[in-house]
């Protein structure tokens, strides 16, 4: 079977694609490797998405998903390896299966980034997260380090400070780059300290799990915070592995794409956070995703094999 469009990544992005390549009659179906709705499941709350004011990420996520669903949009829930090009036929392919079609939008998004430092293989998903929806309760009544100063790490580190007893913030910087009024949510907790312009050196650890943090400040000297767990939001790294062989991404691994969200590849389209951009957020993947879908109905009407 031939499809006019494949959508890898079931995130706000894919899955406006998805809504739109489907309400254009399109033959579409939107792949899935983890949980649908992205990283917008796994985070607290949203308040920034117009129309829905304050509400969980995981309850928009899944009001995403079902819009979907209603309209009948086939979801393959398998990991996407490759994509390749096959005359104007492009194959996404599978552990298992390769299937064709006329379009792709790649909506990959991105995954956090690690800090590499010592231990840190040995206490990942069991102390050290990327993820305070997901894994904040396990740490109930315990203290705590979040890494980083932007938007994730001071609104994830909010919502921690109402589960832990103590939260540490370790950011690089002399200060919080996040937005003003995350800060002053931040700060009124009472149970958060900071230390600035310092960096994470080394996980401490016993046969139990996280013991501590070693961190060394910009004037060289190293301090052990005491923490059963910590949290790293240090920037995202885009999820193009499967894409590489395409020559569509930038040194960094972002697909570049123009404002009809077309690649270097006619008929291989990108969206939402995988590409280069200035403001990665829900809003603009959905944007994203609706832009794509409708440029490849125009390159569907005008398609020979
Ligand atoms: C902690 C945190 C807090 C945030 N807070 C906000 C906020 O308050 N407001 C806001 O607007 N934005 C926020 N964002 C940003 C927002 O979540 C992203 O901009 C948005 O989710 C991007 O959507 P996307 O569809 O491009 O990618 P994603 O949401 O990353 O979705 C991509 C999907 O593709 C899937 N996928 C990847 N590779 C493959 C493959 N090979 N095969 C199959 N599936 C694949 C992934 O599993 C994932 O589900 C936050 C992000 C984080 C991390």
């Known amino acids: 079977m031939l499809y ?11 899955i406006t694609a998805a809504i739109y390549a489907k309400r254009s009659n399109l033959k579409v179906a939107m792949f899935e490797k983890d949980t649908p ?13 117009t129309g829905t004011k304050k509400l969980a990420g995981y309850e928009l996520a899944t009001m ?13 829930y398998d990991d996407v390896i490759k994509v ?17 079609t006329k379009t792709v939008i790649v909506a990959s998004g991105n995954n956090p980034r690690r800090l590499g430092v010592e231990n840190e293989d040995k206490l990942a998903m069991n102390g050290i997260s990327w993820c305070a929806i997901c894994d904040g309760p396990l740490f109930r009544d315990k203290k705590l380090v979040v890494v980083g100063g932007g938007n994730s790490a001071v609104e994830e580190a909010s919502y921690l400070a109402s589960i832990a007893t103590h939260v540490t913030m370790v950011q690089n910087l002399d200060n919080l780059t996040a937005d003003p009024k995350a800060i002053d949510i931040l700060k009124a907790h009472k149970n958060v300290d900071y230390r600035y312009g310092s960096v994470v050196t080394r996980f401490e650890m016993d046969d139990k799990g996280m013991t501590g943090v070693t961190i060394k400040n910009n004037k060289g000297e190293t301090e052990t915070i005491s923490a059963e767990g910590a949290f790293e939001y240090i920037g995202m790294i885009p999820v193009t592995d499967f894409i590489k062989d395409l020559g569509i991404t930038n040194k960094w691994g972002y697909i570049e794409a123009n404002d009809k969200m077309e690649t270097a590849v006619p008929g291989v389209f990108g969206a939402g956070d995988v590409i280069v951009k200035q403001i990665r957020q829900v809003i ?16 569907v009407e005008a398609w020979k094999k």
């Open 284 to 299: 603009t993947a959905a944007a994203d995703g609706a832009i794509a879908a409708q440029n490849a109905l125009k390159y």
């Open 84 to 100: 390749e090009l096959d005359g104007n036929v492009k194959k996404v392919v599978t552990p298992e299966k390769t299937y064709e």
């Open 37 to 49: 709705g992205g990283q917008l499941s796994k985070y607290n709350e949203i308040e920034n998405y």
């Open 64 to 76: 995403m998903i079902d819009h979907a669903y209603e309209l009948d949009i086939e979801v393959i």
């Open 4 to 14: 006019d469009v494949l959508i890898i990544g079931a995130g706000p992005a894919g």
